[in-house]
């Protein structure tokens, strides 16, 4: 089991950004998927962003490809989320969790860890 430590939210205008950083423990950081999900009132939880440990990354295209960046730092035991352009429907608590077996890193059910969440508040 990993833990995971989630920072960097908070409240922005519309048109700001914000970076997101989830801290890993352990040793095996580099051999984890990690990903971005959010949840706003009254919504499901939806995939946001991931980063394989190759690298490759995956986004939501309809709702941030373009606005948002994930990226890690392995040396770090670090995954992170650049959000620039923010929205109003933006809004939402920010999950980042980590997967350690290979596959789609668009489920959330697929993960075997989460963070605790951080706000993302983007006012208009």
């Known amino acids: 089991q990993v833990l995971l430590v989630e920072s960097g939210g908070g409240l922005v205008q519309d048109g700001g950004s914000l970076r997101l950083s989830c801290a890993a423990s352990g040793r095996t950081f580099s051999s984890y998927a990690m990903g971005w999900f959010r949840q706003a009132p009254g919504k499901e939880r939806e995939f946001v962003a991931a980063i394989r440990r190759s690298g490759i990354t995956t986004y939501d295209s309809d709702s941030v490809k373009g606005r948002f960046t994930i990226s890690r730092d392995n040396a770090k035991n670090t995954v992170y989320l650049q959000m620039n352009s923010l929205k109003p429907e933006d809004t939402a608590v920010y999950y980042c969790?980590?997967?350690?077996?290979?596959?789609?890193?668009?489920?959330?059910?697929?993960?075997?860890?989460w963070g605790q969440g951080t706000q993302v508040t983007v006012s208009s």
């Open positions: 969790a980590a997967r350690r077996t290979s596959g789609s890193v668009v489920a959330g059910s697929t993960y075997d860890d």
